[in-house]
């Protein structure tokens, strides 16, 4: 089945450094979405992505569509504490929805 | 308006009882998910329901069982678990659309099969 490649699995910042992860698949998607997720709660959408190409920000956080269709990367500028968590690549194309393993995010006050 | 909710939070339940997760959307979505999530892992896919109707099931055991009674509710019956099936359970909504069906989580059961 289809797979994603998430990186880094795991990211030791110090607060107020930008932060950098990114997936790659060996098929293309349609959408891209990414997900923050805190222990014990459900995922929470913080981007979603529906054409090629297409940048898009929330507020510190800015995630691009790649043009090949087949990645997608988030950035986060000045990271906070509360950035703590862990981050989830999703792809689909449409149905249904892939998963990256996983980008745990540590901050350093 | 892009809130799931779950109840109950929190579940600890025998072997031998029966018990029923229940989710909740009020954004006029037409499909419905079950998730299961182990720890440190990405939540894995078991049903989906697209107008009520179940569209995918993978291959989960039959002491879970889905229904969707309404197009804003959807149930997970739970019956002779085993301790393997502790994890967190999440429920997921979206449109049915053709290019955006970004899928929106509920905060999730916690259940632990004793």
């Not at chain 1, 994603?4 to 990114?22: A, H, K, R, T, Y």
């Not at chain 2, 989710?23 to 892992?41: D, L, P």
Request: hydrophobic residues 35%.
């Amino acid at each position: 089945g289809q797979q994603l490649n998430q990186s880094p699995q795991s990211m030791f910042i110090q607060e107020g450094e930008d932060v950098s992860m990114n997936c790659t698949s060996s098929s293309i998607f349609n959408t891209w979405l990414w997900y923050k997720q805190d222990p014990g709660e459900g995922p929470v959408l913080l981007i979603a992505l529906y054409k090629a190409g297409e940048l898009t920000s929330n507020g510190r956080l800015t995630a691009q569509f790649g043009i090949t269709r087949k990645d997608s990367f988030l950035n986060i500028s000045a990271s906070i504490p509360s950035d703590v968590g862990i981050y989830f690549c999703a792809g689909q194309l449409p149905t249904p929805l892939v998963f990256g393993k996983g980008t745990r995010l540590s901050v350093i006050a | 308006d892009t809130e799931v909710t779950q109840t109950p939070k929190h579940l600890v339940m025998g072997m031998t009882n029966k018990k029923s997760l229940k989710c909740e959307q009020h954004m006029g979505h037409r499909a419905m998910y079950w998730y299961k999530q182990k720890a440190k892992k990405p939540p894995e896919l078991m049903f989906v329901y697209s107008y009520e109707k179940l569209s995918i099931n993978e291959s989960v055991p039959s002491r879970f069982s889905p229904e969707c009674p309404n197009s804003s509710l959807l149930n997970l019956h739970l019956h002779a678990l085993q301790p393997e099936d502790s994890a967190l359970y999440l429920c997921a909504s979206s449109q049915l659309t053709s290019h955006q069906e970004t899928q929106y989580f509920g905060p999730g059961t916690r259940l632990l099969v004793l």
